[in-house]
Structure formats: C-alpha cells, structure tokens
C-alpha cells in the first residue's frame, strides 16, 4: 500500500525484533558450550539435557506471566523486562562456580526468551498493517536465527582461541558473556518505539493509537482502523473465561497444536546438539569440525527463513507449511535410513540436515508465528499467545530432554537404530503437522486482525 511509511516502521519493527536476536542466542549458545560445560562440571546425560533445557523451562514460565503483563501494562513494557532478563542471564552464565548457579542464571534468560517469544511478534502484528504483517512479523524468525547463528560464529572462534584445558576451565564462560552487550543495545532501544496501538485503544488511548498509525498509514487508514479496533473490542472482554468461551476454542487449540507440532518436528535438536551429532555419528569429526557444521546449519536457517519473507505474504500461510512440513519429514526419513545403515553417514547426513533446515526455514519455523500472533482478538491475544507458546516451550524441552538419554551410547535406541531413532520419531511428527494444516489451519493471507477475529465468532475464518 503505497501510504505505508516504510521510514517510520521498519526500524520500529527491527528494534522489537532484538529480542528475537536474544531469543535465538540464548538458547543457541549451549550447542558449542556444552561439551565443556560436561567435562568441567562432570554432566551425567540427564544433567547435560537438564543443563540444556532449563532455558525452555524458563521460558514456559515467561510466556505464563507475559499474557497477563502485556495485556494489563502493554508490550513495550512486556519487552523491556525481556531485556533485563536477557542481560541477568548472560552475566550470572558467564560466572557460575557450579552448575546449580549456571542452571539459575540460564532458567532467568529461558524468562526472557519466553516473554520476548510473546511480545515481540504480538507487537509488531499489532503495529504493521494486513499487507506487510506477514512479512513483518516473520522478520522475527529471521532474527531468532541470526541470534542463533551469532553463536555459531562466536563459538567456534572461542573454541579455537586457546587450549581445550582452557576452554573448559574458562572459554566457555566467554560464550556467554558475549550476550551482555545486545541485551544492553535492546534494553536502550525500546526507549524510543511508541506503545502497541492496538493496546493503546484497548486502554481508552485512542488519540494516541491515532497519532501513531497516522505516521504508519496515513491520517484516513489510521482512522479507519482506530474505528475497526473499537469496534472489535465491543465484542470482547479480554478475560480468561472468553479465551475458554466457545467461539474461541478453536483458535486456541489451533494456536496451541501448531506450537507443539513446530517442536516435535526436531528443529532444535539439530540447532542445540548439531555438533555433538556430527562427533557421534563420525569417527573422523572433532569438536572443531563439528562446530564448524553447525556454522553452515545455522546459516542455512538464515537463508532460507529470508526467503520466507518474501514468500508469507505472496503464497499463503497454509502452503507454505504444506511444502515445508513434507519436506522436513522426507529429510528427516532419509537422515534415519543413512543414521542406520550407513558406517559414516557425516557427509550425507550434513546435506540432508539442510535440506531439512531449508524446509523449516521456509515454512514451519517462521510462518507458525505469523499463524499465532494473527489468529486471537486483540483483547484476549496476549494470553492466548502466551498459553500456545507455554506449550511450545514444553515441548521444546521434552525433545531437548529426551534427545541425549535416545542418543547416549549403550542406550537399547542406539543398539537396535544406530542414532537413527530420533529421526524416524520427529518424521511421524511432520506427518501429523501436514494433517493438522489440511484439516484445521485458515488462510489468513492480507486480512485484517479484527476482520480474522469477527470470523472466529462466526463459524471460523475460511481455508480458502
């Protein structure tokens, strides 16, 4: 739309979207620090999962409190305790004395990752008009993946800055730490981006909503839309019994469905234990190498989640996930066969891993939270986002939990499948997403929040 000032929002946008940098740090940095972090504080594989995965216990707790938060004081307030979560998190990881103090400080950061998982794209969905949202809010995976990409690079040159002694008497301690400055630069920059509009007509703030999708849209479209928000808040209530009222159940479970079928599908076990699946299923690999590919994992993600973005708002959200889902369950079958009856799968498993990593950067990781942020009513959106994320985190953890006890050497998985278990069970995933997004998913390509709202308490938007 050729009113949209491009000027005043992308950098709105962008700022939000540091906190899905952070997201994407703080739970990407573990992959190159956990094989340290397991000689230095001698880590069982239960402690090396629960090391791992307190973050994502964190972050169920953050997106538990973030509803509530966002919806009663607004998002920019929601993100500016995201920052000071981040920036705890990074200083208390970086200085433990033992794992108990480590698991603490990364818990903190998993806060964070939860409340800015909520917040950052139910902010800039709430502020980008129907045309660009799509594409605006997707921008936040983007910066998931860098986030987690920066801890690619970032480990790997730290790991190759000293002695292994060294690295994990001290090294690792520097990984972490190398999150105080972001979480610094995003807790500043929030000062200067104006509140949710949508949030600020829900408040009684309508003048002020006005004078900020003027800047976005231009003075008609801002009081077009001021006139539509008001008008969709007369049929809500913004309560948690309206969240569990008959109309909107569905939205809820479709919102909660996806964000555990997103997880179950394996990404993060190939972005958490990347290099430590490359040392195991290659004799040939070392901790370098396998950094080294988990670099060219992470940059995959980057790639093919920014073509996402040029594609979210042209395609359609549902056949993207169609494409994406198959894909990622095809690659992840041929990475099991390879895992099993292959004696050194490395190179072969490198390839598929991206094309893996290709589909979900394409679809199911960017697109399912365009799909959240988009589904809910204004009033109740916060606390709707924030339970279907609660149940994305949990997963997450499960999978991140389970996947080293399913991986470890001796375990009966490995003896009857070679490594290749985890890779048939997160395929069967996939197949129950394709089924999911044919069956239950809408289409809400280039339509408006309110207008998907109104449709929910009719008989639900349509597939078309």
């Known amino acids: 739309m050729a009113g949209t000032d491009l000027h005043y929002l992308v950098p709105i946008c962008l700022v939000a979207t540091l906190g899905g940098l952070l997201f994407g740090y703080d739970t990407g940095v573990i992959s190159g620090a956990l094989e340290p972090l397991t000689v230095r504080f001698g880590l069982s594989d239960f402690m090396r999962g629960w090391a791992t995965g307190c973050v994502l216990i964190g972050c169920a707790a953050g997106v538990l409190v973030v509803g509530p938060i966002s919806d009663r004081f607004g998002r920019k307030r929601a993100l500016f305790i995201a920052a000071a979560m981040f920036f705890l998190s990074a200083l208390g990881t970086a200085l433990p004395r033992d794992i108990g103090l480590f698991v603490f400080f990364r818990f903190l950061g998993g806060v964070g990752i939860g409340i800015a998982s909520i917040s950052t794209p139910m902010y800039i969905a709430e502020i980008a008009p129907a045309h660009l949202r799509g594409r ?3 921008v936040n995976q983007i910066a998931i993946v860098c986030g987690i990409a920066a801890t690619s690079f970032i480990n790997y040159f730290i790991a190759g800055a000293g002695s ?4 994990v008497e001290t090294g690792w301690r520097s990984m972490f730490a190398a999150g105080i400055l972001p979480a610094t630069l995003f807790g500043g920059l929030l000062f200067r981006i104006p509140e949710s509009p949508r949030w600020l007509v829900e408040r009684g703030r309508g003048n002020e909503a006005r004078e ?12 077009a839309e001021v006139a539509n928000i008001k008008e969709a808040l007369t049929l809500e209530t913004g309560t948690w019994a309206e969240l569990f009222s008959g109309p ?9 469905t996806l964000a555990i079928l997103q997880q179950i599908t394996g990404i993060n076990v190939f972005l958490y234990f990347g290099a430590t699946i490359f040392q195991r299923l290659s004799a040939s690999t070392g901790v370098d190498a396998g950094l080294l590919q988990q670099i060219v994992i ?13 594609t979210v708002d042209r395609w359609g959200r549902r056949p993207l996930m169609l494409l994406g889902a198959t894909g990622m369950g095809l690659s992840l079958v041929a990475m099991g066969c390879m895992a099993q009856y292959s004696a050194d799968p490395n190179g072969g498993i490198l390839g598929l891993i991206l094309l893996y990593i290709a589909c ?3 679809s199911v990781g960017p697109v399912t939270w365009v799909i959240l942020a988009e589904i809910s009513p204004t009033a109740i959106r916060g606390r709707a986002l924030g339970l279907a994320a609660f149940f994305l985190w949990l997963a997450d953890y499960a999978v991140t939990q389970t996947f ?3 991986d470890a050497k001796g375990s009966w998985f490995v003896a009857r499948f070679h490594h290749a278990f985890p890779f048939y069970v997160y395929a069967a995933c996939c197949a129950v997403l394709v089924l999911v997004v044919l069956t ?21 938007p349509s597939q078309a």
């Not at 900020?212 to 009081?223: E, M, N, Y």
Request: a positive charge; glycine letters at 12%; charged letters at 20%.
């Open 164 to 167: 292994e002694a060294w690295l």
């Open 404 to 406: 080293p006890m399913m």
């Open 298 to 310: 992470n940059g995959a993600c980057v790639l093919f989640t920014v073509i996402a973005i040029a």
């Open 360 to 362: 979900f950067g394409l």
């Open 136 to 138: 605006l809010v997707a």
């Open 248 to 256: 909107m159940r569905r939205p809820l479970f479709v919102g909660i």
């Open 212 to 223: 900020i999708l003027t800047r976005v849209g231009g003075r008609d479209i801002a009081v």
């Open 440 to 460: 239950v998913v809408p289409e809400t390509k280039g339509r408006t929040l309110e207008e998907i709202g109104r449709d929910w308490r009719k008989t639900g």
